[in-house]
């Protein structure tokens, strides 16, 4: 994989030509991380960011397709999201701390999709819904959790029971579940 430069000049946002140098880099097996200072006369900044990864044959715009697998520079679209520009080395350097954390917590599947890590689904004792579940694991969305209760169902480790509360009328009325 061809890795960014670490020394290169660029008119990057139209300010003028600005040197990037690279300070620090980070290799983790799914991302890599770096600092660069970015300076011109009378400008200083650090820029902080998880390096996107290109690979060979995948579609580029126009119609071409990536010659080599490589690592690109963040665009402006990448700042706030991937990529972070900091007044100093010191605020720049704990960014990293974080975007690493951050990197650990993915885990890749089979795919190369990027997945976070969440801990086990834990059920309510009892009757349940959905709604139950969700608000005891605060990491898990309610199409994820609903996912892992349909699996579980499946498993015949847990039961669908008829609601004992009538229904309204209004809504649609929620199912109730029951851990074997």
């Known amino acids: 994989m061809k890795l960014i430069a670490k020394e290169f000049v660029k008119n990057y946002d139209q300010v003028g030509e600005c040197n990037f140098t690279q300070v620090e880099m980070h290799e983790t ?31 580029l715009p126009g119609g071409k397709v990536e010659a080599e ?16 520009e900091l007044c100093d080395i010191v605020t720049a350097r704990k960014r990293v701390k974080h975007i690493l954390a951050k990197v650990d917590d993915l885990a890749i599947d089979e795919d190369g ?58 809504g649609r009325q929620a199912i109730v579940y029951q851990t074997k």
């Not at 679209?77 to 990529?83: C, L, M």
């Not at 819904?129 to 847990?158: F, G």
């Open 29 to 59: 097996p799914k991302a890599n991380v770096y600092i660069y200072k970015r300076e011109k006369e009378g400008f200083l900044r650090f820029e902080a960011f998880i390096a996107k990864r290109r690979y060979k044959d995948q579609p």
């Open 113 to 170: 999709v990027k997945k976070a890590k969440r801990p086990e689904l834990i059920y309510p004792k009892g009757k349940w819904t959905m709604k139950d579940v969700v608000k005891i694991n605060p990491l898990w969305s309610h199409a994820l959790a609903y996912q892992q209760v349909q699996r579980c169902v499946k498993e015949l480790q847990c039961v669908e029971i008829v609601p004992a509360e009538p229904f309204t009328g209004k």
């Open 69 to 84: 697998d490589r690592e690109c520079y963040p665009t402006a679209n990448h700042f706030g999201f991937t990529a972070w």
